[in-house]
């Protein structure tokens, strides 16, 4: 079921990044889009009744069953992405406020 | 139907009603605030997908630096005298 | 006018996502529905019972010895042993977007200022917390073989540490010369490892070292080196990124 939802939640940033003027209001729609496609990898190797992908002495055999481990590395990495993609386009957004003082793109002059 | 299954789904309606509101809100600190609350609903339904480590990572990265950076840049960019 | 183009824009592309994922037309579809994974099939089987270059059945907690592959926790082994080569791409990346956050807000700079001034249990509370946080990020990227952590939200708990410092201290500034350094030896290290491993093992970033018994803490090779590095990579690139974000430019 979350993995309908989660598709759900990648057209609400799809529909963000559409509808939107703002330039913070873009960045904010490009992280809920990101959001929702994590949750949409990890679960596609999500198995039902799975264990965590973590032998503990509890859990002490390879023969149980455990989820999928490898979109869940898959996730770990694009999360460290997001925050540097975030960062760069703070940065030009940022830039872009003190040459024009505002963060609208409507309301920006060209030259 | 298990209580585990209810409140996976009442999390990721959560998650889409606080989408469209940090989209649709006037303020931009609230739009913040608004993805906030969404990476922090979604560690719940990492844990909920046996993912540990990626509920760990994105509780410290998306609920905590990347909206400390947000805030920072409209600290930095109001005009004197405003309230962001 | 514009919010109605977009809803039913999203709307097109919601039902072409849906029905190429859940209803195909024609043959069988290669996408599991939730929850139905069959793990036989994919390549994970074989990351579980680590046998992707040799034989082996089962691994026990404990127990087995010398694997080609000794962590317990198995998403670190896919993302530091298995696709190592990864995971050097994504740091670079990171070092990438740090860089350029950096020369996008060059200048002359100096701290922003906040409009509160600090008082002192918050400006000593926060130094003891400060402390207590770079411990457990350490512990958490020394770790990461046996428990769920590892080397990136390590490194993220180290950033916010320093994050602290910056909000409890009007005054604080971190000595960003010495995370550059840091940051580059621990980059070039991951670099030389794998270049080693082509020397000793035939592969790039291969598993040189031997492994112990699964479950205790030297068990796993390579494992918890690079992690050590990613971690101190990871930290200090996302502290830099902090520390650009809270300063201005001085006004001549």
């Known amino acids: 079921m979350i993995q309908y939802l989660s598709i759900a939640l990648m057209l609400v940033g799809i529909y963000g990044l559409l509808s939107q003027r703002n330039m913070i209001k873009l960045i904010v729609s490009l992280n809920i889009f990101e959001i929702g496609l994590n949750i949409f990898i990890v679960s596609i190797g999500f198995v039902k009744d799975g264990l965590a992908p973590i032998l503990t002495s509890n859990h002490n055999s390879s023969a149980l069953l455990y989820v999928d481990p490898l979109p869940q590395a898959m996730v770990l990495t694009a999360i460290v992405i997001g925050v540097g993609i975030t960062a760069l386009a703070l940065a030009l957004a940022r830039k872009l406020y003190k040459t024009h003082g505002t963060y609208e793109l409507d309301e920006m002059e060209g030259e | 139907m298990t209580i585990l299954q209810i409140v996976e789904i009442v999390v990721g309606v959560a998650m889409i009603v606080f989408g469209i509101l940090a989209i649709n809100t006037k303020k931009l600190i609230n739009s913040v605030i608004f993805l906030s609350v969404i990476s922090m609903l979604a560690v719940v339904s990492f844990m909920l997908m046996r993912a540990p480590d990626v509920a760990i990572t994105e509780a410290v990265i998306g609920s905590g630096l990347v909206t400390a950076i947000f805030v920072f840049t409209l600290y930095t960019t109001k005009k004197a005298g405003e309230k962001i | ?252």
Do not use: C, W
């Open chain 3, 1 to 252: 006018m514009k919010q109605v183009v977009s809803i039913l824009l999203v709307l097109a592309v919601g039902f072409f996502i849906f029905s190429a994922l859940y209803f195909p037309n024609q043959g069988d579809s290669a996408f599991d529905s939730y929850g139905e994974v069959d793990l036989d099939e994919r390549v994970s089987s074989s990351f579980i019972d680590k046998n992707v270059t040799g034989e082996n059945d089962e691994v026990v907690f404990g127990e087995s010895a010398n694997l080609e592959d000794g962590s317990a926790n198995y998403v670190t082994s896919v993302i530091v042993n298995y696709r190592s080569f990864d995971t050097l791409g994504e740091v670079t990346v990171l070092f990438i977007s740090a860089f350029g956050v950096g020369l996008l807000l060059s200048g002359r700079r100096k701290k922003q200022a906040f409009a509160h001034q600090p008082n002192f249990i918050l400006k000593y509370g926060a130094r003891l917390v400060f402390g207590i946080m770079v411990i457990f990020g350490v512990y958490m990227f020394s770790h990461g073989h046996l428990a769920p952590g590892g080397g990136f939200p390590g490194g993220a708990i180290i950033a916010a540490a320093l994050l602290l410092l910056y909000l409890a201290d009007n005054d604080f500034r971190a000595k960003m010369k010495a995370f550059k350094v840091t940051e580059g030896i621990a980059g070039s290290i991951y670099v030389i490892l794998g270049l080693l491993a082509i020397v000793i093992g035939g592969y790039f970033l291969m598993n040189f070292l031997p492994t112990g018994i699964v479950g205790t803490i030297f068990s796993a090779g390579l494992i918890p080196i690079i992690y050590v590095l990613i971690g101190l990579k990871v930290g200090s690139e996302i502290a830099g990124i902090v520390d650009s974000f809270l300063t201005v430019e001085v006004e001549k």
